[in-house]
């Protein structure tokens, strides 16, 4: 006969799945194993943090269309922020903070740009860190995605269709917009037309009372180092390329500004056997990157 066995029983670690975790992005309750919200497909490592730290972090989010490098700008953002201490200190919260980051630093080295952000959000990249400036006594504890711009456009076109986007919108405390200043000089409506868009619907959900949003935004005018004249008056550049979108922001924002941010020094185009001819970096010379998203913090109320 079989000898008896002892075995321990778990059935204590059913406890932990009657008390459901809510997402920190749309507050959908979650199983604390959940590695994604099952609502809004964000990161529970968000929730599970915040908990952790007893602080509820504040949310920003960089806005544009597909193609107008945001994922750019937030990499090289966070790789100039945590090599210059001494003008805005940030500390990455969890190791997937870090991905954004080193991927976009990693095709820069190559000589290229970042691959495009997939529609999916469980393929977004998330950051969550904690920021020390003058102006606060106490360090800011930021989340930013890195949202797909054709996924936005979705959620703006179709409402609900990206839940999590309404769901980030919502709860921003600070919004970074990204406007491509080489369509603009080339004469693009479209990209006046895409902007002012975008902003009609994030002020349709931050509005107040009386029309007027309260949200700080920089409005950034990426690819500024391949049109000289835009780093002279960002504001004056906007008014005269994009004039539906300047008056756009003189009325339904109250606080906004006008940078112009660009990360590679010189361009040029190369074939490739698969994707064919692209744009690629030939130096990496960082202009404007840290200022909009140094007064967007300062803007934010705590």
Known sequence: MPKGVQVELDSYRL??????????????????????CRNCLAPMSLAHQAHAQKIRPLMTAALGASGVGKTVYLGMLL?????????MNLVARGAFSITLQQNTVSA???CQFPGKTP?????WNWVHCQIRTAQHRRP?????????GESLFAEVDHPLSYKVIRSVLEKCSGV??????????????????????????????????????SLPVALILSKADRCEECFDDPAAFARRHAPGLWQHCQQQFRHHRFFASGVAGACAYRWFPSEGRKCVPLRIEPRGVVEPFEWLVNQIKT
């Open 15 to 36: 406890t932990d799945y009657s008390v459901q975790i809510p997402c920190y992005i749309c507050s959908h309750g979650n199983m604390y194993a959940a590695e994604l």
């Open 79 to 87: 790789d100039l922020l945590s090599r210059q201490p001494e003008r």
């Open 108 to 110: 820069l080295s190559r």
């Open 119 to 123: 529609n999916e959000p469980d393929r």
């Open 140 to 148: 800011l504890e930021l989340i930013m995605p890195d949202m797909a």
């Open 176 to 213: 970074m917009v990204l406007i491509d200043a080489l369509k603009l000089q080339q004469g693009e409506v479209s990209e006046d037309f895409v902007s002012m868009k975008l902003l009609t619907f994030l002020s349709e959900l931050v509005a107040e009372k009386n029309g007027h949003a």
